[in-house]
């Protein structure tokens, strides 16, 4: 498993129950966590001093209970020197997904060493945290999403984090009609990353949904690739696609570049108990 262990502002406490009792900067909060099957005692002092709660709903959905906790702060992911601004929001989210930075350190490291200029593509970019980390490591980045709030959020961080006049251009699209615009323009990349939902919309209604959708669109970002390619990263959360199936789709894609392919469970540390939370998994592709 790929964990990021890197962290300063941000910890996993403890985990029991179905909640995992974070703490981000100086605020605890207890969000619900689908693999956080077992009961073991609460004895972490967090639980009880907690600034928010995001509770379930056996309807579906659920709502934030809030204790002193302000509706904006900002956090630091000091090895890359980045800030992101966090804020409670529907269906439990804070704005940024921390086991992310195993990626975020991963391939920065490739764009540093690669001694050439790097055009990076991120789609479903969210509020940033990837777009953030490239454009930190020197890199020139398109940045896309659906969301206008998203991408209004992820620029607001980019200026938190001393980029706002870093070169990333910034994309309100559906992101397979972006894919199939930029194929017909001619324009390529070096790296590419996705951060593909299980099931969303597209600012015209669009329909996505990751089992029909993934494979159609890697093989499409295969064709945006450049003649020498550094990189290609898969993430996936909640769908259960496995780390060998983001492997094999690579495989297929990446067959004509050679280079190397890894996939793995992505995790966080837990601190009372030692263990690593799994939070998704990625594949990586990289070039030799």
Not at 127 to 140: F, S
């Amino acid at each position: 498993m790929w964990s990021a262990d890197k962290w300063n502002d941000y910890e996993i406490l403890d985990t029991s129950k179905g909640e995992k009792l974070e703490r981000w900067g100086e605020f605890i909060l207890v969000r619900p966590d689908p693999q956080v099957i077992w009961d073991t005692p609460r004895r972490h002092v967090g639980w009880k001093k907690k600034n928010g709660h995001y509770h379930r709903s056996s309807r579906g959905g659920g709502q934030w209970e809030f204790f002193n906790l302000p509706e904006q702060w900002s956090i630091c992911y000091q090895p890359l020197k980045l800030t992101f601004n966090l804020k409670p929001f529907s269906f439990k989210h804070t704005g940024l997904f921390p086991e992310q930075a195993v990626n975020w350190d991963w391939f920065s490291e490739k764009i540093k060493k690669a001694g050439r200029p790097v055009k990076v593509l991120n789609l479903f970019a969210y509020t940033g945290g990837a777009t953030l980390a490239a454009a930190a490591a020197g890199a020139q980045v398109t940045h896309v999403d659906a969301s206008r709030g998203m991408v209004t959020w992820a620029r607001e961080n980019a200026r938190s984090s001393g980029l706002g006049e870093a070169p990333i251009r910034w994309i309100v699209d559906d992101c397979v009609k972006f894919v199939e615009r930029e194929i017909r323009r001619g324009n390529h990349y070096d790296g590419i990353i996705m951060d593909p939902p299980s099931y969303g919309r597209g600012p015209k209604g669009e329909i996505w949904k990751i089992e029909d959708a993934i494979y159609p669109l890697v093989v499409l970002c295969g064709k945006l690739l450049s003649k020498d390619p550094l990189f290609f990263l898969i993430n996936s959360y909640t769908t259960g696609l496995a780390p060998s199936v983001l492997s094999y789709m690579l495989g297929l894609v990446m067959r004509l570049h050679g280079g190397t392919i890894a996939a793995e469970e992505v995790g966080l540390p837990v601190s009372e108990s030692g263990l690593i939370l799994p939070c998704g998994a990625s594949g990586r592709w990289e070039s030799r």
